[in-house]
Antibody, heavy 117, light 111 residues
Framework: DVQLVESGGGLVQSGGSLRLSCAAS????????MTWVRQAPGKGLEWVSY????????YYADSVRGRFTISRDNAKNSLYLQMNSLRADDTAVYYC??????????WGQGTLVTVSS | QSVLTQPPSVSGAPGQRVTISCTGS?????????VHWYQQLPGTAPKLLIY???NRPSGVPDRFSGSKSGTSASLAITGLQAEDEADYYC???????????FGGGTKLTVL
């Protein structure tokens, strides 16, 4: 079974940094594109970033471009999101998910990031 | 303001049929990008419910179906059950934004 487990969330001050990780198992991680999606408390889903299977194609939402960096280590079956210059509106649960073309097939349970001002 | 527009809430009695609409524009649904639907049960992560407008992943009951026409799409749920009470999100891709986009979500209440 596909399993995605996020970690690295927590409380950080505005302007600070945090690195999220997503450990993948149960599938051939190196064959799948991956994505990060976030959900602010009580709000809807927002796509954050996408990375292709070989890291050759990377996209970011306008709201995080220049501050967040997505990466992956296929040897470690892991996906990462480096978040810098964090703001209060970055407060959200961050989910990693497999990206099967244009949709998001399997999701992790999420990790909560809280940015205090 | 979400790029895709969904009603904030819908409701129905057990056994009934409900539909959830998702309205986009010529830069996303209207230009041919597929619509996908996710179900988020209370306190859990989203789960893929419908992909490619009308395809169900393995394990999703055939009570759930999707359709797309023009710049809009719909999710239909027949034989409503208490366990269907959740938030539902539509999703597509927007060529003007070069971004994957979601609807604002619809809360389904089973009366």
């Amino acid at each position: 079974d596909v399993q995605l487990v996020e970690s690295g969330g927590g409380l950080v001050q505005s302007g600070g940094s945090l690195r999220l990780s997503c450990a993948a198992s149960g599938f051939t991680f190196s064959s799948y594109s991956m994505t990060w999606v976030r959900q602010a408390p009580g709000k809807g889903l927002e796509w954050v970033s996408y990375i292709s299977s070989d890291s050759g194609t990377i996209y970011y939402a306008d709201s995080v471009r220049g501050r967040f960096t997505i990466s992956r280590d296929n040897a470690k079956n892991s996906l990462y999101l480096q978040m810098n210059s964090l703001r209060a509106d970055d407060t959200a649960v961050y989910y990693c998910a497999t990206a099967s073309g244009w949709y998001f097939q399997s999701w992790g349970q999420g990790t909560l990031v809280t940015v205090s001002s | 303001q979400s790029v895709l527009t969904q009603p904030p809430s819908v409701s129905g009695a057990p056994g009934q049929r409900v539909t959830i609409s998702c309205t986009g524009s010529s830069s996303n649904i209207g230009t041919g990008y597929d619509v996908h639907w996710y179900q988020q049960l209370p306190g859990t992560a989203p789960k893929l419910l419908i992909y490619g407008n009308n395809n169900r992943p393995s394990g999703v009951p055939d009570r759930f179906s999707g359709s797309k026409s023009g710049t809009s799409a719909s999710l239909a749920i027949t034989g409503l059950q208490a366990e269907d009470e959740a938030d539902y999100y539509c999703q597509s891709y927007d060529s003007s934004l070069s971004s994957w986009v979601f609807g604002g979500g619809t809360k389904l209440t089973v009366l």
